[in-house]
């Protein structure tokens, strides 16, 4: 299966307004809000072959919330899934980007590629959660690749590869974690310094933007450390205990 | 440190840079005590640096931006990997790089002195990170320990035993510690010290000023 | 491969490398790396993320060096790649002090325009763009940088846990030995993209666990390594 959904914001005398909500089943989009939108799964998957794209385009001043409704399970198949999803967030615009967890099931191939091109000023919170297969399950492989630019400079370049047993467990990559996770805040943040607390970090990055980085035993947990890193990231300082 | 550190590298002859003291001995033997004293009883006259090489902690460089006796900023600490002697000997970069960054950042420094972690008679400083170099000793080990020699106790440009204040108490006898030395460092100067009874090193501190004028004198 | 590779690889190089563990030293106080076989896997992982970077950042550089990827890049921009691959600062600010530290010894040792160039650009250059100037001013090619950057990746962790565990020194180079069959024989995963995007695509894995270790390092009261 190869799908295509689209999502477009415009500002409309002064307020977001979404002219382009293109839904590609299984990627379905729904308009929650007045400027938030949900993904509803409307298919199993992705499934081994399967391609699904998603592209969104965050007009200069708009503001847009994008979430899912419920975690993605990919799923084997004939040859590898992959997801690509491109953003573009413009000049003054916001964009909070919190689906829920892929959750990479036993014998999976997957793939997930994301391209995030930022304007100067724009504001981005952008989580991604990978649970290591399902309770109890040996997850498939996948390989997720993200690139972030702001004003053409490069801000984020990360990979994170799962299913090579040897090199998940290792003390330094998840060691003994079974999801990972990150959020990506992009804007001014009153945070100067880095701050850890177990199994997460709260990272300055070289650019105006701050990483959390998080592992944990599984995706509550997870959950918990990615927000506390949030929350850690607005204030500038801990958030109280995680 | 951020990309937009100054390049400073300094050309290895020595020419118009401070003259850079290194201070060794074995732990405890009173090398912080030697520094700060240095940076008291020179401080008011000359442009001072001060790099620390503590083992475990920044706990020489803490201690001697309590004592106040010299503007914090001029105090750095190198982390030595396990390994003091071979920070001041075989891989002398984060010490160099250190010093450089003082000389870069309040220079023209005059002296910039090296405090080594504390290690055994044989840890000496590369002539490449210390022009001249100080070994301390003290009497608490006994009086043997110059007799052991060792290239710290042979070689430095200056070999200061302290604690002179301790000898009775530990039955030292100093005046075989003075012949054992002039056997083994031939007319290489010894001083002896009580850091507790000399709170300013006075003897020390004017071997050092010689040296610096001398070093002034050649590199500038 | 040229020989001037094996003199930066040699840990007895006067670059300020022993005083770096790479995040082995907080992973021994955690107790994470705690024998020969935790220690084996730490730098297995260690060298397939951090340490492929490093292996295609140094590469990258190297052809940077040598003149062979013209287009509107310059140091700084490689220099920048190698900042959006390091997340956490601590981390960055190891690779800037090694990379300051070596650029001033094959500055000395290899003296060519491209370092000073470099030194110019990027006084206190990440690591890799260090080790791959320096390889190309030692006359050495993008592989071999690859193959030092790879091995650096592992080798300065490994002595460090010698130090920290009192570990068996010759388990702990059959563990290298071992990884040394994982080292790149070619620049990263792929070849060096032509001249189009010459940097975007480089490898650029993440390792989390060595992010959260790097910041406690930078916070422990109490340590011996800078890193
Ligand atoms: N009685 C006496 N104690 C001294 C004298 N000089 C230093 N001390 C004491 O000896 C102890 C060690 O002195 P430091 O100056 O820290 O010695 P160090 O050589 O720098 O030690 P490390 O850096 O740990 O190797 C301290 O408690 C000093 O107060 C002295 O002349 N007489
Ligand atoms: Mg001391």
């Known amino acids: 299966m190869h799908a295509r959904a689209a999502l477009a914001t415009a500002l409309v005398a002064g307020r977001t307004s979404i002219p382009v909500l293109r839904s590609a089943p299984p990627l379905t989009l729904r308009q929650t809000g007045p400027h938030s939108v949900h993904l509803i799964s409307t298919a199993a998957g992705p499934l081994g072959g399967d391609r699904l794209e998603l592209d969104l385009d965050v007009a200069p001043g708009t503001t847009l919330e994008l979430g899912s409704v419920a975690s993605t399970l990919v799923l084997p198949g004939p040859g590898e899934s992959r997801t690509l999803i491109t953003a573009r967030v413009g000049a003054g615009a916001t964009l909070r980007f919190t689906p829920e967890p892929t959750v990479l099931a036993a014998g999976c191939a997957h793939r997930i590629e994301v391209g995030l091109t930022l304007a100067s000023d724009a504001r981005v919170l952008w989580r991604e959660e990978i649970v290591f297969g399902r309770y109890g399950e040996q997850p498939g492989r996948c390989h997720a690749r993200f690139d972030a ?81 949030e929350s850690t990231a607005s204030r500038g300082r801990p958030a109280g205990p995680v | 440190m951020s990309a937009d550190h100054d390049d400073h590298h300094h050309a290895p002859d020595g020419h118009g840079r401070a003259l850079r003291l290194g201070v060794g001995g074995p732990v405890g033997s009173g090398k912080t005590a030697l520094v700060a004293a240095l940076c008291r009883t020179l401080g008011p006259t000359l442009q001072l ?66 405090e080594s972690g504390g290690d055994n008679l044989t840890a000496t400083f590369s002539r490449g ?41 530990v039955g030292a006898d100093l005046d075989v510690m ?43 | 491969m040229n020989a001037a590779i094996l003199l930066l690889t040699d840990s007895r190089l006067p670059a300020g490398g022993h005083a770096h563990s790479g995040g082995v030293e907080q992973a021994v106080t955690s107790g994470a790396v705690h024998d020969v076989p ?89 690591h890799p763009l260090a ?28 002595t460090a846990a010698v130090r920290l565990l009192g570990l068996d020194p010759v388990a702990v180079h059959r563990l290298l030995a071992d990884l040394s069959r994982e080292l790149p024989t070619a620049p990263g995963e792929r070849d060096l993209p032509p001249s189009a995007a010459p940097w975007a695509d480089l490898p650029a894995h993440s390792a989390p666990a060595l992010d959260v270790l790097a910041e406690r390092h930078a916070l422990a009261q109490v340590r011996l390594f800078v890193s």
Request: charged share 20%; proline share 6%; net charge negative.
């Open chain 3, 38 to 126: 935790s220690l084996g896997s730490f730098l297995r992982g260690r060298l397939h993320t951090t340490g492929a970077v490093a292996t295609a950042l140094a590469a990258a550089s190297c052809a940077f060096a040598s003149g062979t990827a013209d287009g509107p890049w310059a140091w700084d921009g490689l220099d920048a790649e190698v900042d959006a691959r390091t997340a956490s600062p601590a981390q960055r600010a190891a690779s800037r002090v090694q990379g300051r530290l070596l650029l001033r010894v094959a500055r000395r040792l290899w003296p060519s325009p491209v370092l000073e160039e470099l030194a110019g650009a990027v006084p206190s250059p990440h």
């Open chain 2, 129 to 169: 990170l210390a022009d001249k170099q100080i070994f301390v000793l003290d009497v608490s080990g006994g009086d043997k320990v110059p007799r052991k020699g060792g290239p710290g106790v042979t070689t430095a440009d200056l070999l200061v035993i302290n604690k002179t204040d301790l000898a009775p108490l």
């Open chain 3, 131 to 158: 080790l791959g100037a320096a390889a190309h001013a030692a006359g050495a090619a993008p592989e071999d940088a690859a193959l030092a950057a790879a091995y650096h990746a592992i080798s300065g962790p490994a």
């Open chain 1, 149 to 229: 630019t702001l004003d053409g400079r490069p801000l984020l370049r990360q990979e994170f590869t799962v299913g090579t047993p040897a090199l998940d467990t290792s003390p330094a990559v998840y060691g003994d974690a079974r999801c990972v996770g990150t959020t990506l805040i992009a804007g001014p943040v009153p945070l100067a310094e880095a701050v850890v607390a177990d199994g997460v970090a709260v990272l300055p990055l070289a650019g105006p933007a701050t990483l959390v980085s998080a592992l944990a035993l599984d995706a509550v947990a997870l959950r918990t450390r990615l927000e506390w890193g």
């Open chain 2, 49 to 114: 640096g001060v790099v620390t090489n503590d083992i475990y902690t920044t706990e020489d460089a803490d201690f001697l931006r309590k004592a106040g006796v010299l503007d914090e900023d001029r105090i750095l600490a190198v982390e030595t990997g396990c390994c003091p002697h071979t920070a001041i000997r075989d891989d002398i970069a984060a010490n160099l790089d250190a010093v450089e960054t003082l000389e870069n950042r309040f220079g023209p420094l005059h002296l910039v002195i090296v």
């Open chain 2, 178 to 220: 003075a012949k054992d030395s002039a056997a083994v460092r031939g007319d290489r100067p010894v001083l002896f010290t009580s850091i507790r009874q000399d709170p300013t090193a006075a003897a020390v501190a004017a071997w050092v000023r010689d040296q610096v004028q001398s070093w002034l004198h050649q590199h500038h």
